[in-house]
């Protein structure tokens, strides 16, 4: 008893060495060509035919099915690929992942990967102390290779020390399966499908399945079973990633889940014979390979064939899904506006890929402000107390909003942080924190205008026309500088030029409030307003003055951080 109880513990290791080596390799990977990726999956989406290879290209790349989806949920969340492309990403990542079956099966199988897997950790030891970045990343990869493959044999030689194949009681629940049919099938799909939920790892799954089938614990029908199980079992970690997005973002999670459970329902109602033609396939190809390597071929060739073939079916119907998911998510559009609208509830795949989501945020975030300011501005000239009121309540619930948003970006990217992240990610981090903080205090100023504004009407203070005439330059001042600190979140590339034009608007302000604040002391002297009037005045033009130096000061940040 305790012997066993060691043993299984033993296979628990293994498979999480197995896991724990794939998530490392996958990163590894993905912080290699992170910014190729964005870019590959924003360009390379035009039509569904390259969505589909996309998709496919960038899953076999980094080896992980899961990061593919996830990325792509969160691309749409944050509007950058619609739900039509979305759909034919996901499905070209139903094939890219079968490369990793293939890999284990070819590599794990076939060859003793012991000899090799030693001397790989040797090799990736140094890579990882390397201080530039593109090194250290591919050591990652390195390793995380190594430890999949040591996971891989290591999960295989406990397997045969359990002396499975001939456990009485396993190969009696076994047998007594195959004789429910169709039942034992089904069965068998929906354990693989808890399996991979629970482990959120299909590859892992796909591992231990073709073990199993490889030992003779399991015959080639439910081993497939298995297999599909793991279609569905995948879907969920999208699908979770997608709860907190928005509807584009479920609808996208959704079309997962369809595009899997579609292919199950077909491929069940031809399930042997199609089984049968890739056996059949597979020992034409390669005659003379042992039965627990042709098994291994047999399962990797099905989830090659059974994806490809379910693709090929349903990428002329991306419109039907795309309507279908719509008709069954429907979008709120009452609560779009003031929630955070391109980071979801999780992190993506890896913290170099989430930063693209944070940089979206950050961008919205600055864009509501301006809206902000914005309503001050109709606030100033507003007589009518009722649309005043209302318009200084959107301001105030305007800062509610930009404070919490504040805290939940700076909390999103302090997650990220806490991953293993590149130096150069690191700073960039750092200086969006910092352009989050400035953001967050141009709200501040547009509610402290807003509430001198107010004092000013429940004082019945009234502006001179020149008083007026100097308010509207300076506001329209600052929303020069606002729209120019848009433009610069923006722009995918930028040089320490572009800071000029907001350096030479915050030049322009303070030499005008300067000017101003010495005309004030002038006018009150001269008694052409009262000195109440002159104050309300020169705080407006002190707090918008404040705010064009908030402005300078995210511009500062963006630029330093792109270039």
């Known amino acids: 008893m305790d012997n066993t109880i060691f043993t299984v513990l033993k296979l628990l290791g293994s498979l999480a060495l197995l896991m724990y080596g794939m998530k490392v390799m996958s990163e590894g990977l993905q912080k290699l060509t992170g910014d190729h990726l964005r870019n590959i999956l924003g360009a390379m989406t035009t039509n569904r035919f390259t969505g589909l290879l996309t998709g496919a290209f960038i899953t076999a790349a980094v080896q992980s099915s899961t990061a593919t989806t996830v990325m792509t949920v969160s691309f749409v969340n944050a509007g950058l690929l619609t739900l039509a492309q979305a759909i034919s990403v996901i499905m070209g990542a139903n094939i890219g992942t079968t490369v990793t079956a293939w890999i284990m099966s070819i590599f794990g199988f076939q060859f003793n990967m012991s000899n090799i897997i030693f001397p790989l950790f040797a090799i990736a030891l140094p890579l ?133 459970f579609f292919g199950i329902i077909w491929i069940l109602c031809i399930f042997h014979p199609f089984i049968d033609a890739v056996s059949g396939i597979v020992n034409y190809l390669a005659p003379n390979t042992p039965k627990e390597i042709s098994i291994t071929y047999t399962l990797s060739a099905f989830h090659t064939a059974f994806n490809i073939c379910n693709v090929l079916i349903l990428i002329w119907f991306i419109k039907p899904i795309e309507r279908l998911v719509c008709f069954v998510i429907k979008a709120k559009p009452e609560d779009e506006e003031y929630r955070l609208r391109y980071i979801t509830g999780g992190l993506l795949s890896t913290a170099e890929l989430s930063i693209l989501q944070a940089n979206k945020e950050i961008s919205l975030f600055a864009e509501r402000t301006t809206r902000m300011f914005n309503m001050v501005k109709d ?185």
């Open 128 to 260: 990882t102390f390397s201080k530039k970045s593109g090194r250290k990343s591919f050591g990652e990869f390195v390793f995380g290779f190594a430890f999949m493959f040591l996971g891989l044999t290591t999960l295989r030689e406990n397997a045969m020390h359990m002396d499975l194949e001939h456990n009485q009681a396993i190969l009696t629940f076994i047998t007594s399966c195959k004789e429910w049919g169709m039942f034992s099938v089904l069965l068998f799909l929906l354990v693989g499908s808890i399996i991979t939920m629970a482990v959120q790892s299909s590859a892992a799954v796909m591992a231990i399945t073709l073990i199993l089938c490889s030992s003779g614990v399991l015959d080639l029908y439910l081993g497939i079973a298995l297999v599909m199980g793991e279609n569905i079992g995948t879907t969920v970690t999208s699908n979770i990633a997608a709860l907190t997005g928005n509807a584009q973002a479920r609808r996208a999670a959704f079309a997962h889940f369809i595009f899997n």
């Open 379 to 563: 606030a100033f000239y507003e007589k009518d107390e009722d649309v005043f009121m209302k318009t200084y309540n959107r301001i105030e619930k305007y800062e509610n909003i930009s404070d919490h948003m504040e805290i939940e970006i700076a909390n999103y990217l302090t997650l990220v942080a806490e991953d293993r992240l590149s130096s150069e990610s690191k700073e960039e981090i750092r200086i969006m924190l910092r352009a989050v903080s400035e953001i967050e205090s141009i709200a501040d100023s547009c509610n402290n205008l807003a509430r001198t504004i107010k004092h000013r009407n429940e004082g019945k203070s009234v502006f001179t026309d020149k008083q007026n005439h100097s308010i509207d330059k300076m506001f329209e001042l600052v929303t020069k500088a606002l729209l120019q600190m848009n433009s610069v979140l923006k722009k995918p590339e930028l040089s320490r030029d572009d800071i000029n034009p907001s350096y030479n608007i915050e030049n322009e302000i303070n030499n005008y409030r300067n000017l101003l604040k010495q005309h004030n002391v002038e006018d009150i002297n001269n008694k052409d307003y009262q000195y109440q009037d002159g104050v309300y005045y020169m705080d407006i033009i002190s707090e918008a003055e404040k705010l064009g130096d908030y402005v300078l000061n995210v511009v500062q940040a963006v630029i330093e951080k792109k270039i």
